[in-house]
Nanobody, 127 residues
Framework: QVQLVESGGGLVQVGGSLRLSCAVS????????MGWFRQAPGKEREVVAV????????SYADSVKGRFTISRDNAKNTVYLQMKNLSPEDTAVYYC????????????????????WGQGTQVTVSS
């Protein structure tokens, strides 16, 4: 059973930074494309960033380009999301997800292609 556990969320002021982590167990982490998604109250879940299985390729939502960085450590079975210059619009529950599909990171921006999801971690940006 593949399990994903997010951590690192919390309350931060506008302009602040947070780093989210997602630890994966029960599967072969190094073959998964990993994604970060978020869902704000009353809104659909949307993609934030994805990273290829090797870590060499990444894709980002336009809203976070230049502010967020996705990375992974295959030795630690963990994917990260470094978030900088946060704004209230970034307030949401953040989820990590994994897919075994052999697709590009561009295609992996589609949330419907993911096999496994974490339970989410709340990020709140206060003004």
């Amino acid at each position: 059973q593949v399990q994903l556990v997010e951590s690192g969320g919390g309350l931060v002021q506008v302009g602040g930074s947070l780093r989210l982590s997602c630890a994966v167990s029960g599967g072969t982490f190094s073959i998964y494309i990993m994604g970060w998604f978020r869902q704000a109250p009353g809104k659909e879940r949307e993609v934030v960033a994805v990273i290829s299985s090797s870590g060499a390729g990444t894709s980002y939502a336009d809203s976070v380009k230049g502010r967020f960085t996705i990375s992974r450590d295959n030795a630690k079975n963990t994917v990260y999301l470094q978030m900088k210059n946060l704004s209230p619009e970034d307030t949401a529950v953040y989820y990590c997800a994994a897919t075994r599909l052999p697709i590009t990171t561009a295609h992996a921006m589609n949330k419907n292609l993911y096999d496994y999801w974490g339970q989410g971690t709340q990020v709140t940006v206060s003004s």
